[in-house]
């Protein structure tokens, strides 16, 4: 037997443009999933400065609220949480059977209101900072 | 007897009569298939320009740009993709565009069909990037409005290519098998009795009996694509057909269970619903497979 052709990239995600609505929903969730057990580390990693007592804790928050580019961070943050959870909601609803003739149109609510909820944040999170 | 070897002179006479015979046969035979490639070429030649022809005379055409390999021929070897101008006729499908391009360009282009009306699940193909019936397909449907300009036809993904469109269905139909794909009863009943189901029953598995076998699923399957062992969505269907009917007994469901209840079985599913999107039958396969997941956690869950 000759050895079949391997087509490569065009299998995966060279087909990107042409992924529907629950593939992407897998991919969002799989790509928040990551970031937010990422977070998780540095949520810990500044939570601990605490450990070496009340002030030094007071001026790293400080010191990192005062850097635009981690006020930016955060309502990357919230966008990705807010997805997770939506999808996540969605993914419940999933597995128990309920409304999977509609799964692509509740992809897209989550979507449409993740993007709602981070735009009305922003000027929570850049208060003072821009 | 090789005739290539030139014999010495002291070689009997009646051996090298014999190769000389053999010879003059084997030119004999040359020129008569060298004929016979000349008169296929002239029948090609006319049915090339009868193709030519057919293609002005249509209103519009459609271009498939075709999938091509053939790791038998040294030339073919490489992959490539063959452009064909087919003529477009009010309810052409995707299948009969393939057929018109083989008959009338290249009859060594190689697809599998057979009854043409989406029921044998031959012909699977990966058209314009989503696995779809090339009988089913309207070449119209490919375009937003009118008729496309081009249609691309692959082979299935994630399966070996044979030839051309023809991809190795082993794996496939082993995944089918492994889920023991008929019905089982250890009591049925007596003489010429009828084993009744119930009209809710029938409703509940109506949609998973409508598979073809056509593999466009698996195919589709992100997870079946990097786990061969991954029974797939069309077997994990057959599974719930089976152990959903309520004919069969208690035990063989359980049976049945614990098959899709594997590490490869159910659990690999991770929702995408890239089967459900592709499926020719509009099977609901996320649904049946997340039906299954519920029933094997019911089985296993013990408050005691």
């Known amino acids: 037997m000759s050895q079949s052709y391997d087509r490569g990239l065009v299998e995966d995600f060279g087909r990107w443009t042409e992924f529907s609505a629950g593939m992407w ?106 | 007897m090789s005739t290539g070897i030139t014999k010495p002179e002291e070689e009997e006479e009646t051996e090298s009569q014999a190769v000389g015979a053999a010879r003059a046969a084997g030119e004999s035979a040359y020129g008569q298939a060298r004929m016979d490639e000349s008169e296929i070429d002239a029948a090609n030649e006319a049915s090339q320009r009868r193709a030519r022809r057919a293609v002005e005379d249509a209103d519009r055409t459609v271009e498939l740009k075709v999938f091509r390999y053939d790791p038998e021929v040294p030339e073919k070897e490489e992959p490539r993709f063959d452009s064909f101008t087919v003529p477009f006729a ?32 031959s012909d699977a193909l990966f058209v314009d990037g989503k696995q779809r019936l090339g009988c089913k397909t309207q070449v119209a449907d490919l375009a ?91 077997a994990i269907n057959k599974a719930y057909r089976f152990a959903m009917d309520e004919r069969e007994g208690e035990d063989l469901t359980e049976h049945r269970l614990n098959i899709i209840e594997q590490e490869h079985g159910v659990w690999r599913c991770q929702t995408q619903f890239s089967c459900t999107e592709v499926c020719p039958k509009d099977i609901p396969l996320t649904e049946h497979i997340q039906a299954l997941k519920r029933e094997a956690v019911k089985k296993n869950l013990k408050f005691w």
């Open chain 1, 25 to 130: 929903a897998w991919i969002f969730h799989k790509f928040t999933g990551w970031v937010l057990v990422g977070y998780l580390f540095t949520h810990i990693a500044v939570l601990s400065t605490a450990m070496s007592g009340p002030e030094v804790y007071t001026s790293t928050l400080q010191g990192l609220e005062s850097l635009l580019i981690v006020r930016f961070l955060e309502v990357g943050l919230l966008a990705v949480a807010v997805f997770h959870i939506l999808n996540g909601v969605r993914l419940l609803l999933v597995d128990l059977g309920i409304g999977l003739e509609s799964q692509d149109r509740s992809f897209y609510a989550s979507l449409i209101l993740t993007g709602a909820i981070v735009v009305a944040s922003v000027p929570t999170f850049l208060a003072g900072a821009v």
């Open chain 2, 144 to 234: 937003d409005e009118g008729i496309p300009g081009e249609v691309r036809i692959e082979p299935l993904p994630h399966a070996e290519v044979v030839k051309d469109l023809v991809v190795d269905m082993e794996h496939f139909y082993d995944q089918m098998e492994s889920v023991e794909p008929y019905f089982q009863d250890e009591d049925t009943p007596d003489g010429l009795n009828e084993q009744r189901q119930s009209r809710e029953n029938r409703e509940k598995i109506k949609m998973s009996t409508r598979c073809i076998w056509c593999g466009a699923c698996m195919s589709s399957c992100n997870i079946a694509a990097g786990n061969n062992e991954y029974l797939g969505p069309a």
């Open chain 2, 90 to 121: 009010k309810g052409m499908t995707v299948l009969d565009a393939l057929m018109w391009a083989r008959d009338h360009y290249d009859s060594s282009l190689t697809f599998r069909h057979s009854c043409r009306q989406a029921v044998c699940g």
